[in-house]
């Protein structure tokens, strides 16, 4: 057997049981009836503990994570209502799953209490990236973030999608070691011999349409005020009156970007996108997907079709030059729903253009998230520092000399 070895497979099949039963197989199929760990994204209408009973009945007891989606992405390109399930073996590469539970009670804790599972069974020292799934209806996403780094250092290699819910944000399911868990954060540490390598790509396609302002009042992921005005009427000024007439909607098409003033350099701007998930016209209030402390500088931000396919092809690149003339054998992909509802009837070309430039034969897993974690860019030391981002394609690739 080489030194790594991944099969996927997918089914839309309506009865949970055999879909996820026939996922699996297909999978099976490409790596000779074995695997270390499997990787699973399963839409929302499926019966969950069917859907892995039917996985569990062909791969028996081999660890597990993954969780619910958006929309799934596998070598057959976008799909929705389906179930796709990774397989991996190599005798180079070690898998530590973990979960922490009770995440919307306390991020932070849960985040520790999924390293802490870890660490039961693996050595942090040894490991070199850790692949997160989180609660996508949890609370506060930078909080997760945090509590993560705080152990494991903020120059640790940390990727991630939070978990979604088919747009119903109201709740999301993890998968771990074939059951299923609610309000979790279910994470795999990868450890590497040999000459294996990974590649991250982080990039959005969006562009600040403004000049920037800042956040002078907020709580949580609740902002109150920007510029010491109401949120929601400094949101109203941008927008105008027709295309505020669409909130929430509308946060997905025209998300804020928290600026980093501690990455920029040389006039460059760099930041992480915040969409709002909810809005309190009463209260002038945006609830967003993770926080905007108090003093962060924002700007506005947008992007055509174009610009956000064009997004994805810059992450590709970008995951491609940090492997450093190496083929990837595995891409893993995290895309954020507000990309799927800027793109419409062309989310399927985000994935193609993804596949083109990484290779139509490399084995392919993802989904859409609420929320993604990666890198700005992993080559530069100020910018390598994880986090979290909204609008945004996240790849990480796995790829040996």
Same mark, same amino acid.
């Given at each position: 057997?080489?030194?790594?070895?991944?099969?996927?497979?997918?089914?839309?099949?309506?009865?949970?049981?055999?879909?996820?039963?026939?996922?699996?197989?297909?999978?099976?199929?490409?790596?000779?009836?074995?695997?270390?760990?499997?990787?699973?994204?399963?839409?929302?209408?499926?019966?969950?503990?069917?859907?892995?009973?039917?996985?569990?009945?062909?791969?028996?007891?081999?660890?597990?994570?993954?969780?619910?989606?958006?929309?799934?992405?596998?070598?057959?390109?976008?799909?929705?209502?389906?179930?796709?399930?990774?397989?991996?073996?190599?005798?180079?590469?070690?898998?530590?799953?973990?979960?922490?539970?009770?995440?919307?009670?306390?991020?932070?804790?849960?985040?520790?209490?999924?390293?802490?599972?870890?660490?039961?069974?693996?050595? =942090?020292? #040894?490991?070199?990236?850790?692949?997160?799934?989180?609660?996508?209806?949890?609370?506060? $996403? +930078?909080? %997760?973030? @945090?509590?993560?780094?705080?152990?494991?250092?903020?120059?640790?290699?940390?990727?991630?999608?939070?978990?979604?819910?088919?747009?119903?944000?109201?709740?999301?399911?993890?998968?771990?070691?074939?059951?299923?868990?609610?309000?979790?954060?279910?994470?795999?540490?990868?450890?590497?011999?040999?000459?294996?390598?990974?590649?991250?790509?982080?990039?959005?396609?969006?562009?600040?349409?403004?000049?920037?302002?800042?956040?002078?009042?907020?709580?949580?992921?609740?902002?109150?005020?920007?510029?010491?005005?109401?949120?929601?009427?400094?949101?109203?000024?941008?927008?105008?009156?027709?295309?505020?007439?669409?909130?929430?909607?509308?946060?997905?098409?025209?998300?804020?970007?928290? =600026?980093? #003033?501690?990455?920029?350099?040389?006039?460059?701007?760099?930041?992480?996108?915040?969409? $709002? +998930?909810? %809005?309190? @016209?009463?209260?002038?209030?945006?609830?967003?997907?993770?926080?905007?402390?108090?003093?962060?500088?924002?700007?506005?931000?947008?992007?055509?079709?174009?610009?956000?396919?064009?997004?994805?092809?810059?992450?590709?690149?970008?995951?491609?030059?940090?492997?450093?003339?190496?083929?990837?054998?595995?891409?893993?992909?995290?895309?954020?729903?507000?990309?799927?509802?800027?793109?419409?009837?062309?989310?399927?070309?985000?994935?193609?253009?993804?596949?083109?430039?990484?290779?139509?034969?490399?084995?392919?897993?993802?989904?859409?998230?609420?929320?993604?974690?990666?890198?700005?860019?992993?080559?530069?030391?100020?910018?390598?520092?994880?986090?979290?981002?909204?609008?945004?394609?996240?790849?990480?690739?796995?790829?040996?000399?």
């Amino acid at each position: 057997m080489s030194a790594l070895t991944v099969g996927v497979g997918t089914s839309h099949l309506e009865n949970s049981h055999d879909a996820g039963a026939e996922a699996c197989k297909l999978a099976f199929e490409k790596t000779e009836g074995k695997a270390d760990v499997l990787i699973v994204f399963g839409a929302m209408r499926f019966d969950h503990k069917a859907l892995l009973s039917g996985i569990n009945a062909v791969a028996g007891k081999v660890p597990m994570v993954g969780g619910t989606t958006a929309g799934e992405i596998s070598p057959e390109g976008f799909s929705e209502g389906s179930v796709v399930v990774m397989a991996i073996t190599s005798p180079m590469l070690t898998f530590d799953p973990g979960i922490g539970l009770h995440m919307s009670n306390d991020e932070d804790a849960c985040a520790r209490a999924l390293i802490a599972d870890i660490c039961s069974g693996a050595v =942090i020292e #040894e490991a070199s990236s850790l692949l997160v799934f989180p609660n996508g209806m949890g609370g506060d $996403g +930078l909080k %997760v973030l @945090k509590g993560l780094q705080d152990v494991l250092g903020k120059s640790f290699e940390i990727v991630g999608g939070y978990l979604g819910d088919d747009m119903r944000f109201k709740h999301t399911f993890q998968y771990y070691n074939g059951k299923v868990y609610r309000d979790a954060i279910v994470g795999l540490l990868v450890s590497l011999k040999g000459d294996f390598r990974t590649g991250i790509g982080v990039r959005s396609g969006f562009e600040s349409i403004g000049n920037s302002f800042y956040c002078t009042s907020s709580e949580g992921n609740v902002v109150k005020e920007f510029d010491n005005v109401s949120a929601l009427g400094l949101y109203r000024e941008f927008l105008g009156e027709e295309r505020f007439k669409r909130l929430p909607g509308i946060c997905m098409e025209y998300p804020f970007g928290l =600026i980093d #003033e501690d990455a920029g350099s040389s006039g460059e701007r760099y930041f992480q996108l915040r969409c $709002g +998930l909810n %809005v309190d @016209k009463k209260e002038g209030t945006i609830t967003f997907t993770a926080s905007i402390p108090e003093g962060s500088a924002v700007t506005l931000t947008s992007g055509s079709r174009g610009d956000v396919i064009n997004g994805a092809r810059e992450a590709a690149q970008q995951a491609m030059g940090r492997l450093r003339g190496i083929k990837p054998e595995l891409i893993v992909m995290f895309s954020c729903v507000g990309r799927k509802l800027v793109l419409g009837r062309r989310t399927s070309e985000e994935v193609e253009v993804v596949r083109k430039c990484l290779g139509y034969d490399v084995p392919i897993i993802g989904f859409y998230t609420y929320g993604e974690i990666g890198p700005i860019d992993s080559s530069v030391e100020k910018l390598a520092e994880a986090k979290f981002h909204n609008e945004t394609v996240v790849l990480w690739l796995l790829g040996s000399a």
